[in-house]
């Protein structure tokens, strides 16, 4: 497995000419509805945490809201590095805030992630009720709802942070690269998550090198299509939202960032 340790760039991840331009043609709709509804209300290495972890960071409890890019990495760094070591709080979970929380709620970032239930982003990032807008499709595949349920975070709650959130074995991912390798279809709606993962198959690799290769190419390009999208993209310009790519790795329970 190839793991990259790179630093937090927030405004690094500029959307790309090719990104743009694939997925324009679904854009129109969507951004008016965004701009009706929304706007104006609104690393990780093997070996190696995704920032500094201050010891504030580490017991966070019901203290100040992360508000940057940066603090909301440092927080789901220090909430891994408390789940891998068994060490958990489960953070927001007393009396008090479940009453706060009916009259609103202010999570510090969205994680879209893998349905696979064993990578619960509330468990492996070690936090409570309100802190996670979480968003959870096979293979991180993304559609309209999808969308705009990232949108709604950044836009309407002012959210600093997405994080594509990978896996180590990935069945959605294998599925696609089995299917795209025998020529079978797949049943039903499978297949459509196949077709969807399938531009980023790592045809380099054979075997189980080419579906691990493949896990890493599908986050960095989920992440990608999301910082290209406009409303989005303006947030990471003006340093106020990073788009971040990341993976849980089973065997040991890290997360770490791709580059």
Known sequence: MNS????LRPSGLQPAAATRTRFGAARPARRGFLRAGLTGAAVLGTGVTLGAVPAS?????????????????RELTAGNVRWRTYR???PDETPSVRQSLTSGQHPFAVVLGCVDSRVPPELVFDQG????LTVRTA???L???VLGSVAYGVLELKIPLVLVLGHQSCGAVRAAV?????????????????????PNIDRTKEGDARVDSTIDANIRAVRARLAAEPDLAAKVSAGQLAVVGARYELSDQHVHRLA
């Not at 009720?129 to 996670?132: A, I, P």
């Not at 709606?189 to 077709?195: F, M």
């Open 178 to 198: 089995e299917a795209d390798t025998s020529g079978e279809g797949l049943p039903a709606h499978i297949q459509y998550l196949a077709d969807q993962i399938a």
């Open 57 to 73: 960071a580490a017991s966070r409890g019901t203290s100040r809201r992360p508000s940057t890019p940066e603090e909301a990495l």
């Open 88 to 90: 958990e709080k489960h």
């Open 143 to 145: 559609d309209e709802a």
């Open 129 to 132: 009720l309100g802190d996670l």
């Open 139 to 141: 293979g991180e595949v």
């Open 4 to 7: 990259e340790d790179t630093p």
